[in-house]
């Protein structure tokens, strides 16, 4: 077998995104651009000769010819050991649990998270350093900075390694080891969650349902859901992996997980439903025809954590992302807990988690996680509600409510416009940074602007700086409006508008969000001439 080394020219849009390099499928298939990116990646990593690596991946179409070429290049550039999921497959969680047991270098993860797949969809890649979270700016910004010097990659002239029985083999004197996806990660849950208590709801009734969308997440989620809580068969729906998700968007939230959403609202509707998106990092929680937030998610989770084994000593500290809701705050101060705000994005929760100062973490997008692994993790989460249903024994919806009355309610929403012309969207970033002198201080209806700035942040563990990480303008009131462009799609530009405003009179819940924030919708719209600028009169997804 030899190793060839082959001239390429660089490519000038290999940045990574909020979470790795996202592109069309036909972008990823032309000559050298995944050869490209994944050489800028290992000149960009130093590591070690005879380094291991973790590689795995969503299903999504072009996982396996990806993970074939990245074992060739990884043999051609020194690695000594990858270790692969069974069929390419590792859920995000998975994979960071694999890194951080088998104590590797690091590991490649191959997905576009809840992005569509297919020949026509999206395909990504992105970089895990050594404590198995995402590779953070300092390292994304080596690779892409590589990225556009590259001359020549190395890669391995060998036949393809299969990937579908579990063992070892040999690739030019590197070992590729093929590995059970679902049993690392299995154990860890097991270790977290009281699955005595689970399995004894579920034997007194309890009904779940959890959609996994025809993504990564089914067969972690047949083998911990029905296998050992023994969930009756069924409970998982849409388990298969599918390379097209089944021509699906495995994003969960209500507009895209609307099949699980007509059962959890129709008749004879089970207690619990979730579901999880392409990679396995995102989780939607619902009860018996009720939606929980992703924010109160992460604040009720809080709350309630010394009910887990895993958790019964308490918390460190809590993070929340930019544009998540205070709801975690509140919690974090009642618990007398520090609480951290960075960025929108999961790299930035690593330095708090290794250095010990939080344990939960949580993004308004669906995403929820601990210091179990340093990626956000859809099926804890569910682990982690149904550990709390155990010991509590009322209602998804009875939790959420007493949550409330505590702690008062941040009633929150998002709404994206997805797909704008980029110009367009740029234009409306640009307008509200222009607008900032005149914004402070004025009365906007039954509002007063506190603040507007650009958010930026300074990591508290190693001092680094990141700046432009969305447009705030904070009222009197403690109610908010944020404007973020999105790093993670790949057609056009999509315009995320985040709107929260605090309601502490448990007499006016239940109320409807949208209601509720209509007027500061309405601002929104006003103060960044959105629909003028692009055309646009209503958001793609309201979550
Ligand atoms: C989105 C979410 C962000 C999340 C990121 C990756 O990013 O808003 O909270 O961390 O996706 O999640 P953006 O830049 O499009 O807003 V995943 O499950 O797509 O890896
Ligand atoms: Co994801």
New binding site residues.
């Given amino acids: 077998m030899t190793i060839r080394t082959i001239p390429t020219q660089p490519f000038t849009d290999q940045k990574p ?3 790795g390099l996202r592109k069309r499928v036909p972008v990823f298939q032309q000559a050298h651009y995944l050869e490209n990116f994944v050489q800028s990646i290992f000149d960009s990593i130093s590591a070690p000769a005879n380094a291991t690596l973790v590689l795995g991946g969503d299903g999504r179409y072009y996982n396996r010819e990806a993970i074939q070429v990245i074992l060739k290049m990884a043999a051609a550039n020194g690695f000594g050991r990858v270790l692969v999921g069974k069929g390419g497959i590792l859920s ?1 969680p998975a994979a960071s649990c694999v890194i951080r047991k088998h104590k590797t270098y690091g590991g490649i993860i191959l997905s576009a ?2 992005n569509p797949g297919g020949p026509e969809g999206d395909f990504g890649i992105k970089y895990n350093v050594t404590n198995g979270g995402p590779a953070p700016e300092k390292v994304t910004e080596a690779i892409f900075a590589r990225s556009k010097q590259i001359s020549e990659y190395r890669i391995l002239e060998a036949a393809d390694i299969s990937l579908d029985s579990l063992g070892v083999s040999d690739l030019g004197g590197m070992q590729v080891e093929v590995i059970d996806p679902v049993t690392d990660y299995a154990d860890l849950m097991a270790s977290l969650f009281d699955f005595a208590a689970i399995r004894d709801l579920l034997a007194g009734g309890f009904r779940i349902k959890f959609d996994a969308m025809h993504a990564v997440t089914g067969p972690y989620a047949r083998e911990i859901l029905e296998r050992q809580l023994n969930a009756p068969a069924g409970s998982v729906m849409n388990a298969e992996p599918l390379p097209d998700f089944g021509n699906g968007h495995p994003d969960p939230n209500l507009t895209y997980a609307h099949e699980l959403v007509d059962i959890v609202y129709g008749e004879n509707a089970p207690d619990f439903g979730a579901a999880s ?1 392409g ?1 396995g ?2 989780n939607m929680i619902l009860g018996k025809g009720f939606f929980v937030t992703p924010s109160d998610s992460l604040a009720i989770l809080a709350a309630n954590a010394t009910l887990v084994p895993g958790y019964k000593n308490g918390l460190a500290g809590i993070a929340r ?1 930019m544009p998540t809701s205070a709801a975690a705050d509140r919690v974090a101060q009642a618990l007398g807990i520090p609480c951290y705000e960075t960025p ?3 790299k930035f929760f690593g330095n708090l988690m290794d250095a010990g100062k939080v344990t939960l973490c949580g ?1 308004e ?1 669906f ?1 929820t996680g601990s210091d179990h692994v340093r990626e956000k993790d859809g099926l804890w989460a569910v682990l982690f509600w149904l550990n709390i249903l155990a010991a509590r024994k009322q209602s998804v919806e009875a939790i959420v409510y007493e949550h409330w009355a505590k702690y008062g309610r941040n009633v929150y929403s998002r709404h994206d416009y997805e797909g704008l012309p980029t110009d367009a969207a740029n234009g409306v970033m640009k307008h509200l940074h222009g607008s900032f002198a005149n914004l402070q201080g004025q009365t906007l209806g039954n509002y007063k602007v506190l603040f507007c700035d650009d958010f930026s942040y300074i990591d508290p563990v190693d001092g680094s700086i990141s700046t432009g990480q969305g447009v705030r303008i904070g009222f009197t009131d403690g109610s908010r409006i944020v404007f ?1 462009l ?4 790949t057609e056009g530009a ?1 315009l ?1 508008i985040y709107l929260e405003a605090f309601e502490p009179d448990v007499a006016k819940h239940p109320l409807d969000a949208q209601a509720a924030l209509s007027e500061l919708i309405g601002i929104a719209l006003q103060i960044s001439e959105l629909r003028t600028r692009t055309g646009r009169e209503q958001p793609t997804v309201i979550t």
């Fill in positions: 995104g909020t979470s995000t998270s809840h998106d990679d990092d995102r992302s929108t994005g999961w993004e997008s995403g973020r999105s790093g993670t799609g999509t995320r």
